[in-house]
């Protein structure tokens, strides 16, 4: 267990829709990740929080948002939802530091139908 | 830009044998860190082991082993006596020391392992 929790664990809905990734990092990690795995574009990092600040963004879409609450957990908005972005959305979180490994959450399964 | 390359899409080898997956990657920084993950059938993601661009020696954690070619940016990861739990995804991933700490994946290798 990497002490990272995500829900839910399986999501299921039709194109045009908004769903809310949920993630909780481990206890003491400041960093949340949000990546998006698929079968064609591999692992890709879509953005990054740290403390609640925007750290870092990659190819994140516009139709997608993210934010960290002061308790530090992270929801990931996606909305008007296409079926190319059926994918296995990972949380990922660590501590400061070029060293530092990220530690995965089991990751959610977006399906758009 | 940073780039994570693995050339080989899937490796394949009996039990006991030793492999080694390739990663080379490509960055203009100076201080960097490579990690290799291993993703099962089952969907998470297990880190394998870390090699920092100023560590002197290779990394070795148990029968994995990072072979860290510093001049050639290639940090390829051995695993020595494989066994069938060993059959998974493989991915190279590479953080740069800069305002953002997100680990950049390589497309990932496929091992089997067959008894």
């Known amino acids: 267990d990497s002490g990272v929790t995500q829900t839910p664990k399986h999501l299921i809905t039709a194109t045009g829709q908004r769903v809310t990734l949920r993630c909780s990092p481990r206890s003491g990690d400041l960093s949340v990740y949000w990546y998006q795995q698929s079968l064609d574009q591999g692992l890709q990092f879509l953005i990054q929080?740290?403390?609640?600040?925007?750290?870092a963004k990659g190819n994140i879409l516009e139709r997608f948002s993210a934010q960290q609450f002061p308790d530090l957990h992270s929801e990931l908005n996606l909305s008007s939802l296409e079926l190319g972005d059926s994918a296995l959305y990972f949380c990922a979180s660590s501590v400061a530091g070029v060293r530092e490994k990220l530690f995965f959450g089991s990751g959610t399964q977006l399906s758009v139908l | 830009a940073q780039k994570i390359t693995q050339t080989q899409p899937g490796m394949f080898v009996q039990e006991k044998e030793a492999v080694t997956l390739d990663c080379t990657y490509d960055t203009s920084d100076q201080s960097y860190g490579l990690f290799w993950y291993k993703q099962p059938s089952s969907g998470e993601m297990i880190f394998l082991i870390y090699q920092g661009s100023y560590d002197e020696q290779n990394a070795t954690e148990g029968r994995y082993s990072l072979n860290f070619q510093k001049a050639r940016k290639s940090a390829n990861l051995v695993i020595s006596a494989s066994q069938l739990g060993d059959s998974a995804m493989y991915f190279c991933?590479?953080?740069?020391?800069?305002?953002?700490?997100?680990?950049?994946f390589g497309k990932g290798t496929t091992l089997s392992v067959s008894s």
């Open positions: 929080y740290y403390n609640g600040e925007e750290r």
């Open positions: 991933a590479m953080r740069v020391n800069q305002a953002g700490t997100a680990l950049i």
